[in-house]
């Protein structure tokens, strides 16, 4: 059996980032269009041996406050999620943060990436 791909990105139309999460579409519809795929894996980052206590801290808080909050929007998760955990690592590697990254690679592909993080030093 065929299927027949649906367009879903008009060529006449400028996308920036955020516009694909406004777009009725699975993530593995919208990547097709740019021959990608999406694969949901488990993500394994580098560990340390080292005890970081201040990172604890900011676990045990979400852990008390995520029943008492709601977290239906992307700021929502972003402000009360990310950004904690994102300042704490910044001032644990002592490192610089950029909050708004622009990109442009082309009309169809183009905004602002949040939290890119440079490397000044490490311990």
């Known amino acids: 059996m065929i299927m027949l791909q649906i367009k879903i990105l ?20 919208i990547l097709r269009e740019f021959d990608y795929s999406f694969i949901k894996t488990e993500l394994y980052l580098p560990r340390t041996d080292k005890s970081i206590d201040e990172l604890l801290l900011v676990k045990e808080k979400i852990r008390k406050i995520l029943p008492l909050i709601s977290l239906s929007s992307e700021t929502a998760r972003r402000e009360t999620l990310v950004a904690p955990v994102l300042l704490e690592i910044i001032a644990i590697c002592n490192c610089q943060l950029k909050i708004e990254y622009p990109l442009r690679v082309s009309d169809r592909l183009k905004g602002t990436l949040v939290g890119k993080i440079h490397e000044l030093s490490l311990y």
């Open 10 to 29: 008009q060529e006449n139309q400028s996308y920036t980032f955020s516009s694909y999460f406004d777009l009725p579409y699975e993530t593995d519809d």
